[in-house]
């Protein structure tokens, strides 16, 4: 084997660079995969936020829609109310007619 000056030989000093090299490698791919789920986390909290937005939007929309149910519910009720009404004046007409 080769020799270097303080013991170490040519392979070992390779193997220390490799695991070196091999460590900064894994704290920059430790640094980017952090930094992609911050920017994955801030998307999540908008899409979140924004399909708050929409519910809330829906409800709304909701309470609009049964509010005029409501009013569209007590018309037809009233309608019906002088409907009859109307035709139980004419039949209590015909009766006296007859």
Known sequence: MNAQPGGDSALDLAIRRLE????VLEQRLADRVARAGAEAGGLF?????KLAAELDQARARERELEEAGAAAS?????????????????????????
Not at 45 to 49: E, F, M, N, S, T
Not at 80 to 98: C, F, N, V, Y
């Open 74 to 98: 007590a018309a037809l009720g009233k309608a019906i109310a002088e409907i009859k009404a109307t035709l139980g004046q004419a039949d209590a007409r015909a009766s006296e007619e007859a």
């Open 20 to 23: 070196r090299a091999l460590a």
């Open 45 to 49: 909290d908008q899409d979140r936020a």
